[in-house]
Protein backbone atom coordinates (compact mmCIF):
# COMPACT_ATOMS: atom_id res chain seq x y z
CA UNK A 1 0.00 0.00 0.00
CA UNK A 2 2.95 1.97 0.86
CA UNK A 3 4.50 1.41 -1.92
CA UNK A 4 1.67 2.29 -4.24
CA UNK A 5 1.18 5.75 -2.71
CA UNK A 6 4.12 6.71 -3.48
CA UNK A 7 4.28 5.52 -7.06
CA UNK A 8 1.22 7.62 -7.72
CA UNK A 9 2.64 10.66 -6.09
CA UNK A 10 5.99 10.94 -7.61
CA UNK A 11 5.73 9.34 -10.79
CA UNK A 12 9.00 7.32 -10.76
CA UNK A 13 8.14 5.07 -13.70
CA UNK A 14 8.04 8.29 -15.70
CA UNK A 15 11.23 9.29 -14.50
CA UNK A 16 12.95 6.22 -15.73
CA UNK A 17 11.32 6.41 -18.61
CA UNK A 18 12.20 9.81 -19.86
CA UNK A 19 8.88 10.80 -19.71
CA UNK A 20 9.71 13.37 -16.64
CA UNK A 21 10.15 16.24 -19.12
CA UNK A 22 6.65 16.15 -20.55
CA UNK A 23 5.14 15.18 -16.89
CA UNK A 24 6.73 17.94 -15.22
CA UNK A 25 5.59 20.77 -18.32
CA UNK A 26 2.41 19.00 -18.01
CA UNK A 27 2.10 20.08 -14.08
CA UNK A 28 3.27 23.17 -14.49
CA UNK A 29 0.87 24.14 -17.31
CA UNK A 30 -1.98 23.22 -14.63
CA UNK A 31 -0.41 24.73 -11.55
CA UNK A 32 -0.21 28.11 -14.30
CA UNK A 33 -3.92 26.99 -15.38
CA UNK A 34 -5.31 27.09 -11.87
CA UNK A 35 -2.85 29.36 -10.39
CA UNK A 36 -4.31 32.18 -13.01
CA UNK A 37 -7.61 31.71 -12.40
CA UNK A 38 -6.97 32.02 -8.60
CA UNK A 39 -5.27 35.78 -9.51
CA UNK A 40 -8.24 36.54 -12.00
CA UNK A 41 -11.07 35.92 -9.73
CA UNK A 42 -9.47 37.77 -7.06
CA UNK A 43 -8.78 41.03 -9.45
CA UNK A 44 -12.53 40.03 -10.91
CA UNK A 45 -13.69 40.85 -6.99
CA UNK A 46 -13.10 44.19 -6.53
CA UNK A 47 -14.45 44.17 -2.93
CA UNK A 48 -12.57 41.15 -1.84
CA UNK A 49 -9.42 43.67 -2.94
CA UNK A 50 -10.68 46.71 -1.12
CA UNK A 51 -11.95 44.63 2.45
CA UNK A 52 -8.46 43.00 2.63
CA UNK A 53 -7.08 45.81 2.11
CA UNK A 54 -8.69 48.18 4.76
CA UNK A 55 -9.06 45.72 7.87
CA UNK A 56 -5.66 45.62 8.60
CA UNK A 57 -5.10 49.26 8.12
CA UNK A 58 -8.47 49.80 10.03
CA UNK A 59 -7.25 47.98 12.46
CA UNK A 60 -3.53 49.40 12.83
CA UNK A 61 -5.47 53.11 12.86
CA UNK A 62 -7.89 52.66 15.40
CA UNK A 63 -5.96 49.92 17.47
CA UNK A 64 -2.66 51.32 16.69
CA UNK A 65 -4.06 55.00 18.08
CA UNK A 66 -5.22 53.78 21.25
CA UNK A 67 -1.54 54.01 22.94
CA UNK A 68 -1.04 57.26 21.09
CA UNK A 69 -0.78 59.22 23.48
CA UNK A 70 0.79 57.14 26.08
CA UNK A 71 3.57 58.29 28.06
CA UNK A 72 7.01 58.05 25.95
CA UNK A 73 8.53 56.54 29.14
CA UNK A 74 5.54 53.28 29.66
CA UNK A 75 6.10 53.17 25.56
CA UNK A 76 9.48 52.81 25.64
CA UNK A 77 9.94 50.17 28.52
CA UNK A 78 7.02 47.96 27.48
CA UNK A 79 7.12 47.62 23.68
CA UNK A 80 10.66 49.12 23.24
CA UNK A 81 9.97 51.92 20.88
CA UNK A 82 7.84 55.48 21.08
CA UNK A 83 5.50 54.11 18.35
CA UNK A 84 2.92 51.63 18.89
CA UNK A 85 1.88 51.55 15.07
CA UNK A 86 5.42 50.64 14.57
CA UNK A 87 5.18 47.76 16.95
CA UNK A 88 1.93 46.51 15.62
CA UNK A 89 1.96 46.66 11.92
CA UNK A 90 4.18 43.75 11.53
CA UNK A 91 2.35 41.69 14.23
CA UNK A 92 -0.86 43.01 12.26
CA UNK A 93 -0.48 42.27 8.85
CA UNK A 94 0.86 38.29 9.94
CA UNK A 95 -2.12 38.30 12.13
CA UNK A 96 -4.49 39.12 8.92
CA UNK A 97 -2.74 36.23 7.20
CA UNK A 98 -4.72 34.13 9.09
CA UNK A 99 -7.84 35.36 7.45
CA UNK A 100 -6.34 34.89 4.31
CA UNK A 101 -6.05 30.97 4.95
CA UNK A 102 -9.61 30.65 5.83
CA UNK A 103 -10.56 32.40 2.30
CA UNK A 104 -8.07 29.95 1.17
CA UNK A 105 -10.53 27.26 2.29
CA UNK A 106 -13.96 28.49 1.64
CA UNK A 107 -13.02 29.05 -2.30
CA UNK A 108 -12.09 25.52 -2.28
CA UNK A 109 -15.72 24.48 -0.54
CA UNK A 110 -17.08 27.61 -3.76
CA UNK A 111 -15.14 25.18 -6.37
CA UNK A 112 -16.67 21.78 -4.63
CA UNK A 113 -20.43 23.39 -4.60
CA UNK A 114 -20.50 25.01 -7.72
CA UNK A 115 -18.69 21.83 -8.86
CA UNK A 116 -15.74 23.05 -11.03
CA UNK A 117 -13.57 21.14 -8.41
CA UNK A 118 -15.09 17.79 -10.55
CA UNK A 119 -14.43 20.03 -13.87
CA UNK A 120 -11.08 19.76 -12.84
CA UNK A 121 -10.70 16.36 -11.29
CA UNK A 122 -12.09 14.82 -15.00
CA UNK A 123 -9.09 16.58 -16.56
CA UNK A 124 -5.21 14.76 -15.69
CA UNK A 125 -4.19 17.55 -12.85
CA UNK A 126 -2.83 15.83 -9.69
CA UNK A 127 -5.09 16.63 -6.90
CA UNK A 128 -1.65 17.60 -5.07
CA UNK A 129 -1.48 20.25 -7.99
CA UNK A 130 -5.09 21.71 -7.03
CA UNK A 131 -3.88 22.39 -3.81
CA UNK A 132 -0.95 23.92 -4.40
CA UNK A 133 -2.96 26.47 -6.62
CA UNK A 134 -5.15 27.38 -3.70
CA UNK A 135 -2.71 27.60 -1.44
CA UNK A 136 -0.34 30.02 -3.92
CA UNK A 137 -3.81 31.53 -4.70
CA UNK A 138 -4.57 32.45 -1.76
CA UNK A 139 -0.96 33.65 -0.11
CA UNK A 140 -0.49 36.35 -3.49
CA UNK A 141 -4.20 37.80 -2.65
CA UNK A 142 -2.63 38.49 0.87
CA UNK A 143 0.40 40.07 -0.26
CA UNK A 144 -1.61 42.55 -2.18
CA UNK A 145 -3.01 44.37 1.03
CA UNK A 146 1.22 44.51 2.26
CA UNK A 147 2.08 47.47 -0.57
CA UNK A 148 -0.54 49.50 0.14
CA UNK A 149 -1.07 49.16 4.04
CA UNK A 150 2.93 50.22 4.42
CA UNK A 151 2.13 53.34 2.13
CA UNK A 152 -0.99 54.12 4.52
CA UNK A 153 1.46 53.49 7.47
CA UNK A 154 4.39 55.55 6.66
CA UNK A 155 1.47 58.72 6.60
CA UNK A 156 1.44 57.90 10.69
CA UNK A 157 5.15 58.14 11.54
CA UNK A 158 6.35 55.11 10.43
CA UNK A 159 9.86 54.91 8.46
CA UNK A 160 9.95 52.96 5.27
CA UNK A 161 12.35 50.29 5.99
CA UNK A 162 15.31 49.48 3.09
CA UNK A 163 14.14 47.76 0.31
CA UNK A 164 16.18 44.50 1.74
CA UNK A 165 14.57 44.82 4.70
CA UNK A 166 10.74 45.32 2.98
CA UNK A 167 11.62 42.35 0.61
CA UNK A 168 12.82 39.50 3.77
CA UNK A 169 9.40 41.54 5.95
CA UNK A 170 7.08 40.29 2.32
CA UNK A 171 8.62 36.54 2.07
CA UNK A 172 8.08 36.46 5.71
CA UNK A 173 4.68 37.11 5.41
CA UNK A 174 4.23 35.04 2.30
CA UNK A 175 5.45 32.15 3.97
CA UNK A 176 3.52 32.51 6.67
CA UNK A 177 0.52 32.93 4.54
CA UNK A 178 1.55 29.55 2.35
CA UNK A 179 1.52 27.85 5.78
CA UNK A 180 -1.90 29.23 7.24
CA UNK A 181 -3.36 28.48 4.06
CA UNK A 182 -2.14 24.93 3.68
CA UNK A 183 -3.75 24.32 7.27
CA UNK A 184 -7.20 25.71 6.67
CA UNK A 185 -7.22 23.60 3.09
CA UNK A 186 -6.25 20.41 4.95
CA UNK A 187 -9.19 21.62 7.56
CA UNK A 188 -11.45 21.52 3.81
CA UNK A 189 -10.10 18.42 2.01
CA UNK A 190 -12.66 15.74 2.90
CA UNK A 191 -15.92 18.36 3.81
CA UNK A 192 -17.65 20.80 1.92
CA UNK A 193 -19.60 22.47 4.81
CA UNK A 194 -19.38 26.28 4.36
CA UNK A 195 -19.51 26.50 8.50
CA UNK A 196 -16.45 24.73 8.91
CA UNK A 197 -13.67 27.04 8.07
CA UNK A 198 -15.66 29.92 9.67
CA UNK A 199 -16.59 27.95 13.02
CA UNK A 200 -12.56 26.88 13.08
CA UNK A 201 -11.21 30.21 12.27
CA UNK A 202 -13.12 31.66 15.50
CA UNK A 203 -12.20 28.99 16.93
CA UNK A 204 -8.41 28.86 16.54
CA UNK A 205 -7.30 32.92 14.82
CA UNK A 206 -8.02 34.87 18.03
CA UNK A 207 -6.07 32.54 20.28
CA UNK A 208 -3.15 32.20 17.62
CA UNK A 209 -3.51 36.16 17.25
CA UNK A 210 -3.85 36.41 20.85
CA UNK A 211 -1.03 34.14 22.11
CA UNK A 212 1.19 35.28 19.15
CA UNK A 213 3.48 38.96 19.53
CA UNK A 214 1.17 40.65 16.73
CA UNK A 215 -0.29 43.25 19.57
CA UNK A 216 1.97 42.79 22.96
CA UNK A 217 5.39 42.02 23.55
CA UNK A 218 5.54 38.04 25.09
CA UNK A 219 7.56 38.98 28.13
CA UNK A 220 4.38 39.65 30.22
CA UNK A 221 2.56 36.84 29.65
CA UNK A 222 1.89 33.84 31.52
CA UNK A 223 4.74 31.24 31.42
CA UNK A 224 2.42 28.64 29.58
CA UNK A 225 0.99 31.41 26.65
CA UNK A 226 4.83 32.03 26.36
CA UNK A 227 5.40 28.47 25.40
CA UNK A 228 2.39 28.87 23.10
CA UNK A 229 3.77 32.17 21.83
CA UNK A 230 7.13 30.54 20.94
CA UNK A 231 5.47 27.62 18.65
CA UNK A 232 2.70 30.05 17.45
CA UNK A 233 4.68 31.04 13.61
CA UNK A 234 2.64 34.18 14.04
CA UNK A 235 5.47 35.36 16.64
CA UNK A 236 7.88 34.18 14.10
CA UNK A 237 6.53 36.67 11.39
CA UNK A 238 5.60 39.18 13.80
CA UNK A 239 8.88 39.92 15.42
CA UNK A 240 10.66 39.24 12.36
CA UNK A 241 9.27 41.94 10.80
CA UNK A 242 8.51 44.02 13.45
CA UNK A 243 12.89 44.10 13.79
CA UNK A 244 12.82 45.19 10.18
CA UNK A 245 10.24 48.47 11.24
CA UNK A 246 11.29 49.38 13.95
CA UNK A 247 15.05 49.56 12.92
CA UNK A 248 14.40 50.27 9.33
CA UNK A 249 17.03 48.26 8.05
CA UNK A 250 18.22 44.67 8.55
CA UNK A 251 21.70 45.07 10.09
CA UNK A 252 20.69 43.37 13.60
CA UNK A 253 17.64 41.16 12.70
CA UNK A 254 17.42 37.69 13.67
CA UNK A 255 17.08 35.66 10.64
CA UNK A 256 16.33 32.53 12.19
CA UNK A 257 12.74 33.47 12.59
CA UNK A 258 12.54 33.26 8.49
CA UNK A 259 14.08 29.96 8.64
CA UNK A 260 11.16 28.73 11.25
CA UNK A 261 8.70 30.20 8.86
CA UNK A 262 10.60 28.59 5.91
CA UNK A 263 10.04 25.31 7.57
CA UNK A 264 6.85 25.77 8.74
CA UNK A 265 5.79 26.77 5.30
CA UNK A 266 7.23 23.66 3.83
CA UNK A 267 5.81 21.23 6.22
CA UNK A 268 2.44 22.36 5.84
CA UNK A 269 2.47 22.70 2.09
CA UNK A 270 3.84 18.80 2.16
CA UNK A 271 1.42 17.32 4.69
CA UNK A 272 -1.20 19.31 2.66
CA UNK A 273 0.02 17.61 -0.76
CA UNK A 274 0.20 14.19 0.28
CA UNK A 275 -3.51 14.90 2.11
CA UNK A 276 -4.59 16.28 -1.21
CA UNK A 277 -3.10 13.67 -3.16
CA UNK A 278 -5.33 10.80 -0.93
CA UNK A 279 -8.20 12.53 0.14
CA UNK A 280 -9.27 15.22 -1.62
CA UNK A 281 -12.66 14.41 -3.51
CA UNK A 282 -15.90 15.46 -4.53
CA UNK A 283 -18.89 15.10 -1.97
CA UNK B 1 -20.52 2.40 -37.41
CA UNK B 2 -20.03 -1.46 -35.63
CA UNK B 3 -16.67 -1.67 -37.41
CA UNK B 4 -15.14 1.23 -35.82
CA UNK B 5 -11.54 0.54 -34.49
CA UNK B 6 -9.32 2.49 -33.10
CA UNK B 7 -5.98 2.82 -34.14
CA UNK B 8 -4.47 0.00 -31.66
CA UNK B 9 -6.84 -2.27 -33.39
CA UNK B 10 -9.55 -2.31 -30.44
CA UNK B 11 -12.60 -2.16 -30.74
CA UNK B 12 -14.14 -1.48 -27.29
CA UNK B 13 -14.01 1.97 -26.04
CA UNK B 14 -15.02 0.92 -22.45
CA UNK B 15 -15.20 -2.17 -20.87
CA UNK B 16 -16.75 -2.82 -17.54
CA UNK B 17 -16.38 -6.20 -15.95
CA UNK B 18 -18.40 -6.44 -12.93
CA UNK B 19 -18.67 -3.20 -12.00
CA UNK B 20 -19.77 -2.42 -8.68
CA UNK B 21 -20.09 0.36 -6.40
CA UNK B 22 -21.02 0.21 -2.59
CA UNK B 23 -21.20 3.22 -0.60
CA UNK B 24 -21.90 2.42 3.22
CA UNK B 25 -24.67 -0.42 3.44
CA UNK B 26 -25.88 0.89 -0.26
CA UNK B 27 -25.23 -0.92 -3.34
CA UNK B 28 -25.33 1.84 -5.75
CA UNK B 29 -24.02 -0.10 -8.97
CA UNK B 30 -23.93 -3.91 -8.42
CA UNK B 31 -21.75 -5.93 -11.12
CA UNK B 32 -22.31 -4.24 -14.08
CA UNK B 33 -20.89 -5.51 -17.60
CA UNK B 34 -20.63 -3.18 -19.84
CA UNK B 35 -18.81 -3.32 -23.69
CA UNK B 36 -19.01 -0.14 -25.68
CA UNK B 37 -17.49 -0.25 -29.49
CA UNK B 38 -15.75 2.88 -30.33
CA UNK B 39 -17.56 5.33 -32.62
CA UNK B 40 -20.91 4.67 -31.10
CA UNK B 41 -23.58 6.99 -29.10
CA UNK B 42 -24.00 4.73 -25.95
CA UNK B 43 -26.97 5.02 -23.76
CA UNK B 44 -27.48 4.31 -20.43
CA UNK B 45 -31.09 4.72 -19.60
CA UNK B 46 -32.68 4.63 -15.91
CA UNK B 47 -34.68 6.58 -13.51
CA UNK B 48 -33.21 8.97 -11.24
CA UNK B 49 -31.23 7.37 -8.55
CA UNK B 50 -30.58 4.20 -10.56
CA UNK B 51 -26.63 4.28 -10.71
CA UNK B 52 -26.05 5.77 -13.49
CA UNK B 53 -23.94 8.86 -12.04
CA UNK B 54 -21.60 6.18 -9.84
CA UNK B 55 -21.12 4.06 -12.83
CA UNK B 56 -19.88 7.43 -14.77
CA UNK B 57 -18.38 8.60 -11.45
CA UNK B 58 -16.37 5.92 -12.03
CA UNK B 59 -15.44 5.27 -15.53
CA UNK B 60 -13.91 8.80 -15.09
CA UNK B 61 -11.77 8.06 -12.41
CA UNK B 62 -13.57 10.26 -10.02
CA UNK B 63 -14.25 7.70 -7.34
CA UNK B 64 -12.64 3.58 -7.41
CA UNK B 65 -14.75 0.89 -8.03
CA UNK B 66 -15.45 -1.11 -4.80
CA UNK B 67 -15.53 -4.51 -6.84
CA UNK B 68 -14.86 -5.23 -10.77
CA UNK B 69 -13.07 -3.50 -13.16
CA UNK B 70 -12.99 -1.14 -16.36
CA UNK B 71 -10.92 -0.14 -19.31
CA UNK B 72 -11.77 3.00 -20.75
CA UNK B 73 -9.75 4.14 -24.17
CA UNK B 74 -7.79 1.04 -23.65
CA UNK B 75 -6.53 2.53 -19.72
CA UNK B 76 -7.62 0.53 -16.49
CA UNK B 77 -9.55 3.18 -14.29
CA UNK B 78 -7.76 2.19 -11.43
CA UNK B 79 -4.41 1.71 -12.47
CA UNK B 80 -3.79 4.41 -15.01
CA UNK B 81 -6.23 7.09 -14.08
CA UNK B 82 -4.24 9.85 -15.67
CA UNK B 83 -3.99 7.55 -19.21
CA UNK B 84 -7.89 7.66 -19.19
CA UNK B 85 -8.11 10.92 -17.85
CA UNK B 86 -5.85 12.09 -20.85
CA UNK B 87 -8.12 10.47 -23.13
CA UNK B 88 -11.88 11.50 -22.10
CA UNK B 89 -14.02 14.50 -22.07
CA UNK B 90 -17.36 14.78 -19.90
CA UNK B 91 -19.93 17.57 -19.66
CA UNK B 92 -21.94 17.89 -16.84
CA UNK B 93 -25.56 18.10 -16.36
CA UNK B 94 -25.78 21.25 -15.05
CA UNK B 95 -23.35 23.14 -16.61
CA UNK B 96 -20.23 23.97 -14.73
CA UNK B 97 -17.86 27.01 -15.48
CA UNK B 98 -16.51 29.64 -13.99
CA UNK B 99 -19.11 32.33 -14.16
CA UNK B 100 -16.57 35.41 -13.87
CA UNK B 101 -14.41 34.55 -16.52
CA UNK B 102 -15.21 35.27 -20.69
CA UNK B 103 -15.30 31.93 -22.52
CA UNK B 104 -12.02 32.25 -24.02
CA UNK B 105 -10.26 32.68 -20.80
CA UNK B 106 -12.55 29.36 -19.57
CA UNK B 107 -11.46 27.92 -22.86
CA UNK B 108 -7.72 29.07 -21.78
CA UNK B 109 -7.80 27.18 -18.39
CA UNK B 110 -9.37 23.96 -20.13
CA UNK B 111 -6.66 23.96 -22.14
CA UNK B 112 -3.96 24.43 -19.55
CA UNK B 113 -5.01 21.45 -17.69
CA UNK B 114 -4.53 19.56 -20.64
CA UNK B 115 -1.33 21.10 -21.53
CA UNK B 116 -2.24 21.61 -24.99
CA UNK B 117 0.51 23.50 -27.11
CA UNK B 118 0.25 26.99 -28.79
CA UNK B 119 -2.04 25.56 -30.97
CA UNK B 120 -4.78 25.53 -28.25
CA UNK B 121 -6.52 29.12 -29.56
CA UNK B 122 -6.53 27.71 -33.39
CA UNK B 123 -8.63 24.51 -32.33
CA UNK B 124 -10.71 26.48 -29.84
CA UNK B 125 -11.85 29.12 -32.82
CA UNK B 126 -12.40 26.10 -34.85
CA UNK B 127 -14.81 24.48 -32.49
CA UNK B 128 -16.09 28.06 -31.11
CA UNK B 129 -17.03 28.58 -35.19
CA UNK B 130 -18.50 25.30 -35.61
CA UNK B 131 -20.65 25.84 -32.57
CA UNK B 132 -21.34 29.35 -33.28
CA UNK B 133 -19.78 30.79 -30.42
CA UNK B 134 -18.35 34.28 -31.00
CA UNK B 135 -14.93 33.90 -29.94
CA UNK B 136 -14.32 37.68 -29.51
CA UNK B 137 -17.50 37.97 -26.97
CA UNK B 138 -15.30 39.33 -24.09
CA UNK B 139 -18.88 39.23 -21.62
CA UNK B 140 -18.41 36.96 -18.70
CA UNK B 141 -20.20 33.18 -19.36
CA UNK B 142 -22.26 33.99 -16.15
CA UNK B 143 -24.21 36.23 -18.67
CA UNK B 144 -24.85 33.95 -21.20
CA UNK B 145 -27.83 31.78 -22.08
CA UNK B 146 -27.96 28.27 -21.16
CA UNK B 147 -27.53 26.86 -25.00
CA UNK B 148 -24.50 28.83 -25.30
CA UNK B 149 -23.34 27.63 -22.11
CA UNK B 150 -23.84 23.74 -22.76
CA UNK B 151 -21.87 24.92 -26.37
CA UNK B 152 -18.81 26.23 -24.70
CA UNK B 153 -18.61 23.62 -22.31
CA UNK B 154 -19.00 20.95 -25.18
CA UNK B 155 -16.11 22.97 -27.07
CA UNK B 156 -14.10 23.02 -23.66
CA UNK B 157 -14.68 18.83 -23.89
CA UNK B 158 -13.53 18.72 -26.81
CA UNK B 159 -10.62 21.01 -26.98
CA UNK B 160 -8.13 18.03 -26.17
CA UNK B 161 -9.21 15.57 -28.91
CA UNK B 162 -10.40 13.08 -26.62
CA UNK B 163 -11.32 9.87 -27.59
CA UNK B 164 -14.85 9.58 -25.46
CA UNK B 165 -17.12 12.14 -24.46
CA UNK B 166 -18.88 11.27 -21.10
CA UNK B 167 -22.67 13.11 -20.66
CA UNK B 168 -24.08 12.84 -17.74
CA UNK B 169 -27.64 13.81 -18.54
CA UNK B 170 -27.13 16.10 -21.17
CA UNK B 171 -30.19 18.08 -22.10
CA UNK B 172 -31.94 17.81 -17.93
CA UNK B 173 -33.59 21.24 -17.45
CA UNK B 174 -33.43 22.76 -20.99
CA UNK B 175 -36.25 23.86 -23.33
CA UNK B 176 -37.60 21.99 -25.85
CA UNK B 177 -36.09 23.86 -28.72
CA UNK B 178 -32.86 23.75 -27.07
CA UNK B 179 -32.78 19.85 -26.33
CA UNK B 180 -33.61 19.41 -30.42
CA UNK B 181 -30.80 21.38 -31.23
CA UNK B 182 -28.39 19.38 -28.67
CA UNK B 183 -29.36 16.33 -29.76
CA UNK B 184 -28.41 17.67 -33.75
CA UNK B 185 -24.83 18.38 -32.11
CA UNK B 186 -24.03 14.99 -30.18
CA UNK B 187 -25.34 13.12 -33.64
CA UNK B 188 -22.94 15.58 -35.34
CA UNK B 189 -20.03 15.17 -33.40
CA UNK B 190 -20.24 11.82 -33.05
CA UNK B 191 -20.28 11.36 -36.68
CA UNK B 192 -17.56 14.31 -37.67
CA UNK B 193 -15.37 14.56 -34.45
CA UNK B 194 -15.62 10.22 -34.44
CA UNK B 195 -15.84 10.73 -30.58
CA UNK B 196 -17.57 7.86 -28.87
CA UNK B 197 -20.36 9.17 -26.76
CA UNK B 198 -21.28 7.83 -23.40
CA UNK B 199 -24.62 9.29 -21.93
CA UNK B 200 -27.19 9.05 -19.34
CA UNK B 201 -30.49 10.16 -19.40
CA UNK B 202 -33.30 9.40 -17.67
CA UNK B 203 -35.37 11.22 -20.64
CA UNK B 204 -36.60 7.82 -22.53
CA UNK B 205 -37.13 9.58 -25.97
CA UNK B 206 -33.89 11.15 -25.71
CA UNK B 207 -32.43 7.59 -25.90
CA UNK B 208 -34.41 6.15 -28.48
CA UNK B 209 -33.38 9.17 -30.66
CA UNK B 210 -29.54 9.39 -30.26
CA UNK B 211 -28.26 6.08 -28.94
CA UNK B 212 -27.10 3.13 -31.63
CA UNK B 213 -27.04 0.81 -28.04
CA UNK B 214 -28.70 1.32 -25.12
CA UNK B 215 -28.47 -0.73 -21.00
CA UNK B 216 -31.38 -0.11 -19.22
CA UNK B 217 -30.39 0.16 -15.25
CA UNK B 218 -32.49 0.42 -12.75
CA UNK B 219 -31.60 -0.16 -8.83
CA UNK B 220 -27.77 -0.30 -9.78
CA UNK B 221 -28.37 -3.61 -12.26
CA UNK B 222 -28.26 -3.56 -15.88
CA UNK B 223 -32.12 -5.14 -16.50
CA UNK B 224 -31.56 -5.02 -20.18
CA UNK B 225 -29.75 -4.04 -23.23
CA UNK B 226 -29.42 -3.84 -27.50
CA UNK B 227 -30.63 -1.26 -29.63
CA UNK B 228 -33.90 0.82 -28.97
CA UNK B 229 -35.48 -1.79 -31.76
CA UNK B 230 -34.11 -5.15 -29.91
CA UNK B 231 -35.27 -3.73 -26.88
CA UNK B 232 -38.45 -3.18 -28.39
CA UNK B 233 -39.23 -6.62 -29.48
CA UNK B 234 -38.87 -7.03 -25.85
CA UNK B 235 -42.40 -6.03 -25.18
CA UNK B 236 -43.64 -7.97 -27.90
CA UNK B 237 -47.05 -6.21 -28.23
CA UNK B 238 -48.75 -2.88 -27.72
CA UNK B 239 -49.46 -2.06 -24.05
CA UNK B 240 -53.67 -1.56 -23.05
CA UNK B 241 -53.21 0.45 -19.40
CA UNK B 242 -56.84 0.74 -18.48
CA UNK B 243 -58.09 2.49 -15.35
CA UNK B 244 -61.40 1.35 -14.30
CA UNK B 245 -63.72 3.31 -11.81
CA UNK B 246 -64.45 0.07 -9.12
CA UNK B 247 -63.12 -2.96 -8.82
CA UNK B 248 -64.04 -6.25 -10.99
CA UNK B 249 -62.84 -10.03 -11.40
CA UNK B 250 -60.81 -9.13 -14.55
CA UNK B 251 -59.79 -12.88 -15.19
CA UNK B 252 -62.68 -13.05 -17.86
CA UNK B 253 -60.76 -11.10 -20.31
CA UNK B 254 -58.26 -13.49 -20.32
CA UNK B 255 -59.82 -15.61 -22.98
CA UNK B 256 -59.98 -12.61 -25.75
CA UNK B 257 -58.15 -13.69 -28.73
CA UNK B 258 -55.12 -11.60 -29.05
CA UNK B 259 -54.89 -10.71 -25.27
CA UNK B 260 -50.97 -12.04 -24.54
CA UNK B 261 -51.07 -11.04 -20.95
CA UNK B 262 -52.71 -9.00 -18.13
CA UNK B 263 -51.00 -7.47 -14.78
CA UNK B 264 -52.74 -5.08 -12.24
CA UNK B 265 -50.67 -2.31 -10.92
CA UNK B 266 -48.59 -2.68 -8.53
CA UNK B 267 -49.54 -1.12 -5.43
CA UNK B 268 -47.80 -0.42 -2.00
CA UNK B 269 -50.14 -2.16 -0.09
CA UNK B 270 -50.70 -0.82 3.86
CA UNK B 271 -49.29 -2.31 7.06
CA UNK B 272 -52.75 -4.32 7.62
CA UNK B 273 -52.42 -6.29 3.93
CA UNK B 274 -55.29 -4.48 2.87
CA UNK B 275 -55.43 -3.36 -0.78
CA UNK B 276 -54.85 0.71 -0.69
CA UNK B 277 -58.21 2.32 -2.03
CA UNK B 278 -56.86 3.12 -5.42
CA UNK B 279 -58.55 2.10 -8.46
CA UNK B 280 -58.13 -0.75 -10.18
CA UNK B 281 -55.68 -0.17 -13.26
CA UNK B 282 -54.47 -3.02 -15.75
CA UNK B 283 -51.70 -3.37 -17.92
CA UNK B 284 -52.97 -5.85 -21.14
CA UNK B 285 -50.12 -6.91 -23.25
CA UNK B 286 -51.93 -7.66 -26.34
CA UNK B 287 -50.32 -8.14 -30.25
CA UNK B 288 -51.95 -5.17 -31.83
CA UNK B 289 -54.30 -2.91 -30.00
CA UNK B 290 -56.54 -1.57 -32.42
CA UNK B 291 -57.80 -5.15 -33.30
CA UNK B 292 -58.28 -5.99 -29.88
CA UNK B 293 -59.83 -2.76 -28.25
CA UNK B 294 -63.44 -3.50 -29.92
CA UNK B 295 -63.58 -6.73 -28.27
CA UNK B 296 -62.30 -5.58 -24.83
CA UNK B 297 -64.68 -3.13 -24.52
CA UNK B 298 -67.69 -5.27 -25.67
CA UNK B 299 -66.50 -7.86 -22.81
CA UNK B 300 -66.03 -5.06 -20.39
CA UNK B 301 -69.41 -3.65 -21.19
CA UNK B 302 -71.06 -6.92 -21.20
CA UNK B 303 -70.11 -7.09 -17.05
CA UNK B 304 -70.41 -3.25 -16.47
CA UNK B 305 -71.36 -0.61 -18.88
CA UNK B 306 -69.73 2.30 -17.25
CA UNK B 307 -66.76 1.17 -15.48
CA UNK B 308 -64.14 2.22 -17.77
CA UNK B 309 -62.26 5.44 -16.70
CA UNK B 310 -59.43 6.17 -18.76
CA UNK B 311 -57.84 3.95 -21.65
CA UNK B 312 -54.22 4.29 -22.72
CA UNK B 313 -52.64 2.80 -25.70
CA UNK B 314 -49.00 2.63 -25.60
CA UNK B 315 -46.96 1.22 -29.22
CA UNK B 316 -43.62 -0.20 -27.79
CA UNK B 317 -41.17 2.66 -26.34
CA UNK B 318 -38.48 2.63 -24.02
CA UNK B 319 -40.87 3.51 -21.37
CA UNK B 320 -43.36 0.43 -22.15
CA UNK B 321 -39.87 -1.68 -22.15
CA UNK B 322 -39.05 -0.46 -18.59
CA UNK B 323 -42.74 -0.97 -17.91
CA UNK B 324 -42.37 -4.46 -19.24
CA UNK B 325 -39.23 -5.37 -17.02
CA UNK B 326 -39.88 -3.54 -13.41
CA UNK B 327 -43.71 -3.05 -13.59
CA UNK B 328 -43.83 -0.03 -13.22
CA UNK B 329 -42.96 3.48 -14.66
CA UNK B 330 -40.06 5.97 -14.55
CA UNK B 331 -42.08 8.48 -12.44
CA UNK B 332 -43.23 5.98 -10.46
CA UNK B 333 -39.58 4.29 -9.52
CA UNK B 334 -38.48 7.79 -8.70
CA UNK B 335 -41.28 8.82 -7.10
CA UNK B 336 -41.31 5.80 -4.44
CA UNK B 337 -37.61 4.83 -4.29
CA UNK B 338 -37.33 4.38 -0.79
CA UNK B 339 -40.71 2.73 -0.35
CA UNK B 340 -40.45 -0.60 -0.05
CA UNK B 341 -42.70 -2.36 -2.93
CA UNK B 342 -44.28 -5.55 -3.11
CA UNK B 343 -45.92 -7.32 -6.17
CA UNK B 344 -49.45 -8.17 -6.03
CA UNK B 345 -50.39 -10.37 -9.68
CA UNK B 346 -53.56 -12.33 -9.45
CA UNK B 347 -54.04 -15.60 -10.28
CA UNK B 348 -56.82 -16.82 -13.21
Known amino acids: MKIHLIKNFIPIKDLFEAKWLYTTKRMLNQLIGLYTREIKNTYRNPAIIIVSIFQPLLWIVFFGSSFSSAPKLFLESFFHTNNYIAFLLSGQLSASMLFVGMFSSLSLIQDKKSGYLRRIMVTPTRNYIIFLAKVLGASSRGMLQVPIVLVGVILLGVTMPTPLGLIAF ?88 LFYLLIFASGMILIGMFTAARTLKME | ?170 TIGLDANTRRLLWNLIKKINKEYGVTILLTTHYIEEADVLCDSLAIINHGKIIARGSSQELKSIVGGDILEIEFFSDFDFSILKNIDGIKT ?39 NKFDPNIIKTIRIDKPNLETIFLELTGMHFKEVEDTSDKEFYTHKRSF
Request: glycine share 6%; proline share 4%; with cysteine.
Open chain 1, 170 to 257: IVALFLLSLGLSSIYLLITMKSSDWQIPTVVSNFINLPLMFSSTALFPKDNFPPWMQMISNLNPVSYSATFGREIIISGNTIHINWIY
Open chain 2, 1 to 170: MNNVCNINGHQHAIICNKLTKVYGSQIAVDHIDLKIRYGSIFGLLGPNGAGKTSVIKMLTGLSSPTKGEAIVADYNVVKETLKVKENIGWISSEVILDDSLTSMENIWIQSKLHSLGKNWKQKAQILMKYFELDERDDKKVGQFSTGMRKKLEITMALLHEPKILFMDEP
Open chain 2, 262 to 300: IREEYLSYKDDGSRPEKPLKLFIKVKNAETVLPVLISEI
